[in-house]
Protein backbone atom coordinates (compact mmCIF):
# COMPACT_ATOMS: atom_id res chain seq x y z
CA UNK A 1 0.00 0.00 0.00
CA UNK A 2 0.81 2.95 -1.02
CA UNK A 3 -0.17 5.29 2.22
CA UNK A 4 -0.65 5.05 6.02
CA UNK A 5 -3.85 4.64 7.69
CA UNK A 6 -5.79 7.95 8.95
CA UNK A 7 -5.81 8.37 12.65
CA UNK A 8 -9.19 8.66 14.07
CA UNK A 9 -7.77 10.98 16.46
CA UNK A 10 -5.14 13.29 16.61
CA UNK A 11 -2.21 11.97 19.25
CA UNK A 12 0.11 14.07 21.46
CA UNK A 13 3.47 13.44 21.19
CA UNK A 14 7.04 14.66 22.58
CA UNK A 15 8.17 16.95 19.60
CA UNK A 16 12.34 16.78 18.84
CA UNK A 17 12.89 19.57 16.40
CA UNK A 18 15.79 19.76 14.50
CA UNK A 19 17.59 22.09 12.55
CA UNK A 20 17.87 20.63 8.24
CA UNK A 21 16.85 17.03 9.35
CA UNK A 22 14.05 15.25 8.48
CA UNK A 23 12.50 11.76 9.52
CA UNK A 24 11.61 10.05 6.55
CA UNK A 25 9.27 6.46 6.78
CA UNK A 26 11.88 3.44 6.89
CA UNK A 27 14.90 5.17 7.81
CA UNK A 28 16.64 4.80 10.74
CA UNK A 29 18.06 7.75 12.16
CA UNK A 30 21.02 7.67 14.80
CA UNK A 31 20.55 10.52 17.24
CA UNK A 32 23.04 11.84 20.19
CA UNK A 33 20.73 13.02 22.62
CA UNK A 34 22.65 15.39 25.57
CA UNK A 35 20.21 18.36 26.66
CA UNK A 36 18.16 17.83 29.86
CA UNK A 37 14.74 18.13 28.30
CA UNK A 38 15.35 15.80 25.68
CA UNK A 39 16.60 13.27 27.76
CA UNK A 40 13.62 13.59 30.18
CA UNK A 41 11.85 13.44 26.67
CA UNK A 42 13.52 10.07 26.22
CA UNK A 43 13.45 8.83 29.40
CA UNK A 44 9.18 9.87 29.21
CA UNK A 45 9.00 8.19 26.11
CA UNK A 46 10.45 4.80 26.88
CA UNK A 47 8.55 4.52 29.45
CA UNK A 48 5.26 4.62 27.10
CA UNK A 49 5.37 3.19 23.68
CA UNK A 50 8.71 5.10 22.38
CA UNK A 51 6.76 7.36 19.85
CA UNK A 52 7.90 10.72 19.51
CA UNK A 53 8.03 13.32 16.23
CA UNK A 54 10.80 15.20 14.63
CA UNK A 55 10.30 18.14 13.28
CA UNK A 56 12.51 20.26 11.41
CA UNK A 57 13.29 23.46 11.85
CA UNK A 58 12.24 26.44 9.63
CA UNK A 59 15.08 27.86 7.65
CA UNK A 60 16.08 31.15 9.33
CA UNK A 61 15.75 30.02 12.86
CA UNK A 62 18.09 27.57 13.41
CA UNK A 63 19.78 29.39 16.10
CA UNK A 64 16.47 29.16 18.23
CA UNK A 65 17.12 25.64 18.04
CA UNK A 66 17.55 26.01 22.31
CA UNK A 67 14.47 27.89 22.38
CA UNK A 68 10.95 27.32 20.65
CA UNK A 69 11.76 27.59 16.91
CA UNK A 70 8.63 27.32 14.35
CA UNK A 71 8.99 23.78 12.92
CA UNK A 72 7.03 22.64 9.49
CA UNK A 73 4.06 21.63 9.37
CA UNK A 74 4.59 18.18 8.31
CA UNK A 75 7.22 16.07 10.42
CA UNK A 76 8.02 12.75 10.69
CA UNK A 77 6.51 10.30 13.55
CA UNK A 78 9.59 8.08 14.61
CA UNK A 79 10.10 4.92 17.43
CA UNK A 80 12.87 4.16 19.28
CA UNK A 81 14.04 1.03 18.06
CA UNK A 82 17.46 0.63 20.20
CA UNK A 83 18.56 3.07 22.58
CA UNK A 84 21.67 3.35 25.09
CA UNK A 85 22.09 5.41 28.21
CA UNK A 86 25.90 6.98 28.87
CA UNK A 87 27.09 7.00 32.58
CA UNK A 88 26.49 10.82 32.56
CA UNK A 89 22.41 10.57 31.56
CA UNK A 90 23.15 11.38 27.49
CA UNK A 91 21.54 9.18 25.32
CA UNK A 92 22.14 7.08 21.88
CA UNK A 93 18.90 5.76 20.12
CA UNK A 94 18.11 4.95 16.65
CA UNK A 95 14.72 6.47 15.87
CA UNK A 96 13.18 4.95 13.03
CA UNK A 97 10.86 6.72 10.98
CA UNK A 98 7.17 5.25 10.48
CA UNK A 99 5.52 7.94 8.75
CA UNK A 100 4.85 11.08 8.01
CA UNK A 101 2.31 13.64 10.12
CA UNK A 102 0.70 16.94 10.48
CA UNK A 103 1.45 18.44 14.00
CA UNK A 104 0.08 21.45 15.66
CA UNK A 105 1.76 22.52 18.98
CA UNK A 106 -0.23 21.13 22.11
CA UNK A 107 0.58 22.24 25.52
CA UNK A 108 3.04 20.89 27.47
CA UNK A 109 3.78 19.76 31.26
CA UNK A 110 7.04 18.76 30.47
CA UNK A 111 10.50 20.29 29.73
CA UNK A 112 10.33 19.26 25.98
CA UNK A 113 7.65 20.55 23.82
CA UNK A 114 4.62 18.21 22.63
CA UNK A 115 2.51 18.23 19.13
CA UNK A 116 -1.05 17.17 18.30
CA UNK A 117 -0.03 14.59 15.24
CA UNK A 118 -2.53 13.25 12.98
CA UNK A 119 -1.40 10.65 9.85
CA UNK A 120 -0.49 12.58 6.43
CA UNK A 121 -2.28 10.50 3.97
CA UNK A 122 -0.93 10.06 0.65
CA UNK A 123 -2.43 9.70 -2.57
CA UNK A 124 -1.55 6.42 -4.64
CA UNK A 125 0.20 6.29 -7.75
CA UNK A 126 -2.48 5.19 -10.57
CA UNK A 127 -2.10 1.36 -11.04
CA UNK A 128 -1.57 1.78 -14.75
CA UNK A 129 1.34 4.38 -14.45
CA UNK A 130 3.02 2.71 -11.58
CA UNK A 131 5.05 -0.27 -13.28
CA UNK A 132 6.82 2.61 -15.75
CA UNK A 133 7.35 5.27 -12.52
CA UNK A 134 9.23 2.25 -10.38
CA UNK A 135 11.27 1.65 -13.28
CA UNK A 136 12.06 5.22 -14.03
CA UNK A 137 13.08 5.59 -10.33
CA UNK A 138 15.03 2.40 -9.84
CA UNK A 139 16.87 3.83 -12.51
CA UNK A 140 17.89 7.11 -10.94
CA UNK A 141 18.57 5.14 -7.73
CA UNK A 142 20.90 3.11 -9.85
CA UNK A 143 22.96 5.52 -11.87
CA UNK A 144 23.16 7.79 -8.16
CA UNK A 145 24.24 4.59 -6.13
CA UNK A 146 25.89 2.22 -8.27
CA UNK A 147 26.73 0.19 -5.65
CA UNK A 148 23.29 -0.01 -4.07
CA UNK A 149 21.98 -3.53 -3.18
CA UNK A 150 18.94 -4.90 -5.18
CA UNK A 151 15.82 -3.27 -3.69
CA UNK A 152 12.95 -5.30 -2.51
CA UNK A 153 10.19 -5.93 -5.08
CA UNK A 154 7.82 -4.65 -1.97
CA UNK A 155 9.25 -1.43 -1.66
CA UNK A 156 6.54 1.46 -2.28
CA UNK A 157 6.95 4.00 -4.64
CA UNK A 158 6.85 6.31 -2.09
CA UNK A 159 9.65 4.89 -0.50
CA UNK A 160 11.51 4.82 -3.75
CA UNK A 161 11.20 8.48 -4.27
CA UNK A 162 12.31 8.71 -0.84
CA UNK A 163 15.32 7.01 -1.43
CA UNK A 164 15.87 9.19 -4.36
CA UNK A 165 15.23 12.51 -2.74
CA UNK A 166 18.11 11.72 -0.27
CA UNK A 167 20.60 11.24 -3.02
CA UNK A 168 19.43 14.65 -4.31
CA UNK A 169 21.40 17.55 -2.82
CA UNK A 170 18.84 20.35 -2.53
CA UNK A 171 18.49 23.87 -0.49
CA UNK A 172 16.22 23.25 2.37
CA UNK A 173 12.99 24.76 0.78
CA UNK A 174 12.79 22.24 -2.13
CA UNK A 175 14.25 19.45 -0.37
CA UNK A 176 10.64 20.31 2.12
CA UNK A 177 8.50 20.90 -0.74
CA UNK A 178 9.08 17.32 -2.26
CA UNK A 179 8.81 15.90 1.57
CA UNK A 180 5.50 17.42 2.13
CA UNK A 181 4.56 16.34 -0.95
CA UNK A 182 1.67 13.57 -0.06
CA UNK A 183 1.08 13.29 -3.98
CA UNK A 184 3.39 10.28 -4.28
CA UNK A 185 3.09 10.44 -8.29
CA UNK A 186 4.07 14.02 -8.29
CA UNK A 187 6.71 13.71 -5.61
CA UNK A 188 8.35 10.56 -7.81
CA UNK A 189 8.23 12.73 -11.08
CA UNK A 190 9.39 16.02 -9.66
CA UNK A 191 12.28 14.11 -8.38
CA UNK A 192 13.10 12.61 -11.55
CA UNK A 193 13.13 15.93 -13.39
CA UNK A 194 15.56 17.19 -10.82
CA UNK A 195 17.82 13.98 -10.85
CA UNK A 196 17.65 14.95 -15.01
CA UNK A 197 18.92 18.17 -14.15
CA UNK A 198 21.47 17.90 -11.74
CA UNK A 199 22.71 14.17 -12.84
CA UNK A 200 25.11 12.81 -9.85
CA UNK A 201 29.29 13.51 -10.96
CA UNK A 202 31.12 10.45 -12.83
Do not use: C
Not at 11 to 25: A, G, S, V
Not at 175 to 190: G, P, Q, S, T, W
Amino acid sequence: MESEPEAEEARTLPLFPLPNLWLFPSVVLPLHIFEPRYRQMIEDSLDGPGRIVLGTIVAGHEDEAAGAPPIHALAGLGEIGRHEKLADGRYNILLVGLARVHVREAASDRLYRKVEARHAIERSVPARRAAALRLRLLAALKQRTPDLPEIPAGFSLSHLADMLLLRIPLPHAELNAHYAELDVERRALALLEEHDTAPPPE
